[in-house]
């Protein structure tokens, strides 16, 4: 099966997440401008009007550098919530279809209607799973890609080695394999592309950057923590994910109440706890926009933390990830005169 055609012309195969409440145009637009996809959820912004002007914004200025420059950046894609809770799923891929963005991921829920909505102008799907059964799902639906979530990843999280997820996923899946987890620097890509992976996709390391809307105290635990300190919880919105130690301790939520199997009673009680300790829902009951609320406050990160001891600019980033890579490959080469 060919591959899509933009993964030869990147600057490093690499593809930025799409990071809730973190990616806007400004990453977005500076990933792409640096020869790697920039991505980001259409539910950072509030309404879906709102959507629009984003994707609007980041065509706009990615013509005026081609222009200008003539290079051609990187294509951008937009994730969206396929689920029955998002009311918004509908409206906000009108957008994409009207707007003809490149790239569209997908979570929770790879649905062919959708896909053959965004193969009808030539735009490419990639859906994110964190296991074999949710795979096949994708494949059936005719996916473009499968996003492989594995264990230590940032966000909702799979639990499986990323060694035998691509293995298990390769062995029927012969289109385009992205991996996620712990993916911090160029030699980490240059793992992922070993592996079997077509392009590497880097989440917690983009939020410690000058053009993320992550806040200074976000980026400093970041760096100030280490893997151990990546806690695999479903406290917060029921549902497990990775957050960052000191952000839920600072939120009143210990060891106790993130470890064992709560019930779902348990989880909805400490659930509220977060939201109501800082916040009041007197005059707004909208659960979707409270989950936001707690994802404000308690930080989401993957174990690649480690591995991320300052924040930079994307320009600085993308040049550090590609020197890497290529020092890495170049490493993997000489094994050949020592082994063949």
Not at 13 to 20: D, E, G, M, N, Y
Not at 181 to 188: A, M, P, Q, T, V
Not at 276 to 281: I, P
Request: glycine share 8%; net charge neutral; hydrophobic share 45%.
């Amino acid at each position: 099966m060919n591959k899509p055609s933009f993964i030869s012309e990147l600057s490093i195969p690499v593809i930025a997440a799409p990071l809730f409440l973190i990616s806007g145009p400004k990453l977005v637009i500076e990933c792409c401008k640096n020869g790697i996809v920039g991505t980001f959820p259409a539910l950072n912004q509030r309404t879906t009007e709102g959507f629009e002007e984003w994707v609007i914004q980041i065509k706009s200025e990615l013509q005026t550098f081609e222009n200008e420059t003539g290079k051609k950046p990187a294509p951008f894609g937009v994730n969206l919530i396929v689920h029955h809770s998002n009311p918004r799923v509908q409206a906000d891929l009108a957008i994409c279809v009207k707007h003809k963005v490149p790239l569209i991921i997908t979570s929770l829920g790879a649905v062919s209607t959708l896909v053959d909505a965004v193969h009808s102008y030539g735009g490419l799907v990639f859906h994110d799973i964190i296991k074999k059964r949710h795979a096949e799902k994708a494949a059936e639906a005719g996916v473009d890609g499968l996003i492989l979530v594995a264990a230590g990843a940032g966000g909702h999280a799979g639990t499986l080695n990323p060694m035998p997820l691509v293995a298990e996923i390769k062995r029927f899946f012969d289109k385009t394999i992205i991996l996620s987890g712990c993916i911090s620097n160029g030699r980490d890509v240059a793992s992922a592309m070993q592996m079997g992976a077509d392009i590497a996709y880097m989440g917690t390391r983009f939020i410690n950057t000058h053009e993320s809307k992550a806040s200074d105290d976000y980026k400093n635990m970041i760096i100030n923590s280490g893997a151990g300190d990546i806690v695999y919880t479903a406290v917060v919105s029921g549902v497990p994910a990775s957050f960052l130690r000191p952000s839920l301790e600072k939120m009143g939520i210990s060891e106790k109440m993130w470890g064992g199997s709560p019930t779902f009673s348990q989880k909805l009680k400490m659930y509220f706890k977060v939201l109501t300790s800082k916040f009041s829902f007197a005059k707004e009951l909208d659960l979707a926009k409270a989950e936001a609320k707690a994802w404000s406050t308690i930080w989401s990160a993957g174990q690649g933390v480690t591995n991320i001891q300052d924040t930079l600019s994307v320009k600085e980033l993308v040049s550090n990830i590609k020197i890497e890579f290529k020092e890495s490959l170049a490493e993997q080469a000489k094994l050949l005169d020592k082994y063949l």
